[in-house]
């Protein structure tokens, strides 16, 4: 065994170590798992494996580094949101499983039906042809694999695989979405503040706002435009929009999967609520709402600001339906299996 700083390291290189990503922990742990089943199928057959069983063996092996390279890889900005070290470890993990499933000696090879078939349960349709003949086959076998069986459990794991990889795109892509929209948002609420504060009579008079023409104007901080109106009507916004986020995230699920979607889903709110906030009170200012043309006082146009950052909701929580949709649609272990069509059906004329 060596050892490295903070790390351990078998001699098949896979590793164990602190101050890494939960991600990086359970990859690791299954490319030790695969490398773990290859060198048992090696070492079962004394007289040593067939030149076309050492090709796959050889393949698996690549497979398996590559995996190792991709999840030990420092991480950059770029690979974060392309997603490409994540994809490429569990594209090899799954080659590499595939590939042991064509290794696995014969006399163990009937326990391995269910497997293969929960995982087309988990991510192939109940029309998929490959999943169909394999329920079946297994059916009238007593749920054993056989030999004459092998391919086709092969071919199906493979499909199921890269179902599943397509999944995982599709959660990453949402993500980067979130992400370009967090950034945008933050980045044009910034914009108006700067604004606000390089000229402060173009922009902040559209907060202020004169009740009574016998007196002077109402501002959230004062009489007179200042930059700080800017800052605290989009602040207080901001802070509402936290406020709700954090009413909300009883709704919000976590997720296995290694795409902070659920925390992207909580940061786009800030910037959003600082923006609402102040186009309510442009679209108060502007006679947009009827009855509310002019507020009277700084704190009413402080708690018009705070109702806007709140009402921000209304357009969040539709992204965050989508984002449970994505996420639901990334399926493991742990999210059960497959409903049939005709189940969905029956549960739809309930509902209705």
Not at 52 to 65: F, G, P, Q, S, V
Not at 298 to 320: C, H, K, M, N, Y
Request: charged share 20%; net charge positive; hydrophobic share 45%.
């Amino acid at each position: 065994m060596l050892f490295a700083k903070n790390t351990a390291l078998d001699a098949d290189r896979d590793v164990a170590g602190y101050a890494r990503s939960s991600w990086w922990q359970r990859t690791v742990a299954h490319i030790a798992e695969l490398q773990c089943q290859l060198n048992r199928i090696r070492s079962l057959d004394p007289q040593g494996l067939a030149p076309h069983e050492l090709e796959i063996a050889a393949k698996i092996d690549t497979h398996l580094n590559a995996a190792r390279q991709a999840a030990d890889r420092k991480k950059n900005p770029w690979s974060v949101i392309s997603g490409s070290d994540i994809d490429r470890a569990f594209a090899n993990i799954h080659r590499a499983e595939t590939k042991i499933l064509r290794l696995t000696p014969k006399q163990e090879l009937g326990e391995l039906g269910p497997l293969v078939l929960a995982n087309a349960r988990q991510h192939l349709g109940d029309e998929d042809p490959r999943r169909i003949r394999l329920e079946e086959q297994l059916r009238d076998n007593g749920h054993r694999l056989t030999e004459e069986m092998r391919e086709l459990a092969v071919t199906t794991l493979l499909a199921a695989q890269m179902a599943e990889e397509k999944e995982r795109a599709r959660a990453r892509s949402f993500r980067n979405i979130l992400l370009i929209s967090v950034m945008a948002t933050t980045i044009i609420a910034g914009l108006f503040i700067l604004w606000g504060f390089l000229s402060p009579s173009s922009i902040v008079s559209n907060i202020c706002f004169t009740p009574d023409p016998a007196k002077p104007q109402v501002c959230p901080i004062g009489t007179v435009e200042t930059p700080q109106d800017m800052l605290i009507v989009m602040a207080f916004g901001s802070a509402a929009a936290a406020f709700a986020a954090a009413v909300s995230l009883k709704g919000i699920q976590g997720t296995s999967t290694p795409y902070s979607v659920p925390l992207m889903l909580v940061l786009l709110r800030i910037p959003v609520g600082a923006l609402a906030a102040l186009m309510g009170l442009v679209l108060i200012h502007g006679g947009f709402i009827p009855g509310l043309s002019n507020l009277d006082s700084g704190p009413q146009i402080i708690a018009w600001a705070i109702l806007f950052g709140i009402l921000q909701e209304s357009v969040t929580r539709l992204v965050d339906r989508q984002g449970k949709d994505v996420l639901n649609n990334v399926r493991g272990a742990e999210r059960g299996f497959q409903k049939s069509s005709s189940r969905k059906s029956d549960v739809s004329r309930e509902m209705s």
